[in-house]
């Protein structure tokens, strides 16, 4: 199991937003390759970034810095997850070409699963879907959208087109620190455990990360505990100290999958 702590991207600050309102927004600072050195530094092996300009309009300004991050941890031995507005294949190809480990497909994957398929082609098990919701319906367009369909229902399809990662994000808990939803992620883990693929599916092991409320080293106990899931997304907790990233890596790194 990973900790990935997060860098959300919006104007090349790194930002916080509650519950995905984009006019809720906490700025933590200006320099966030130097955040993602540090979590590196501090033992990370993954870290997860997310364009948020890109997600809710495709346009993928903060690019280059996600690039540096990737370079820039290249040394430390630490991967970067990266998603936000990645819209097609092209998208997926300057992140991974870039540095990036795996690509995250949020509203593309949700309406296009055939463009998980495509990256995954291209670059096997380096593309992840993002199941982005509230209580349970999927949104899409950095959450300003409804997908009209459901979690449940997303996950067998994602795993037929190719998808290595599920990063599941309850939108309501997101940046509430309240912590996360334990049952809903359990379930995922369920189903993702017993989907069997169809027709060209895969049958390589699937991570499912979990995001969203995150508060505590014992919320990460408690995640740690649900046999099967793959990561743990942590941000605002980590920003504002109320989670050490020493020990939350140190629960984690203890645990298998």
Request: with cysteine; hydrophobic share 45%; glycine share 16%.
């Amino acid at each position: 199991m990973d900790l990935l702590p997060a860098i959300d991207l919006r104007g090349g600050h790194c930002v916080r937003l509650l519950e995905g309102d984009f006019a809720a927004e906490t700025v933590y600072g200006d320099d966030p390759v130097g955040v993602a050195v540090g979590f590196a530094a501090a033992g990370a092996r993954w870290v997860h970034v997310v364009d948020l300009d890109a997600a809710r309009t495709g346009e993928g300004s903060n690019r280059a810095v996600i690039a540096e991050i990737a370079r820039q941890l290249r040394s430390a031995g630490t991967s970067v997850q990266a998603g936000g507005g990645v819209r097609s294949l092209r998208d997926a190809g300057e992140l991974l070409e870039a540095g990036v480990s795996r690509v995250v497909v949020g509203t593309a994957g949700v309406e296009r699963p055939s463009l998980i398929a495509d990256i995954d082609r291209r670059w096997p098990g380096r593309v992840g879907l993002g199941l982005d919701h509230r209580h349970g319906e999927v949104r899409l367009r950095g959450w300003t959208q409804s997908g009209g369909v459901s979690v449940e229902d997303l996950v067998p399809e994602a795993l037929d087109a190719g998808a290595s990662a599920l990063v599941v994000t309850d939108i309501s808990r997101d940046g509430t620190m309240a912590g996360p939803d334990l049952e809903g992620l359990a379930s995922v883990v369920e189903l993702v455990g017993r989907h069997r693929p169809g027709a060209g599916g895969t049958t390589r092991p699937v991570s499912v990360i979990a995001s969203g409320g995150v508060g505590s080293l014992d919320d990460v106990t408690a995640l740690a505990a649900i046999a099967g899931l793959g990561g743990i997304i942590a941000g605002r907790a980590l920003y504002e100290k109320r989670l050490d990233l020493a020990a939350a890596l140190a629960v984690v790194q203890g645990t298998s999958r």
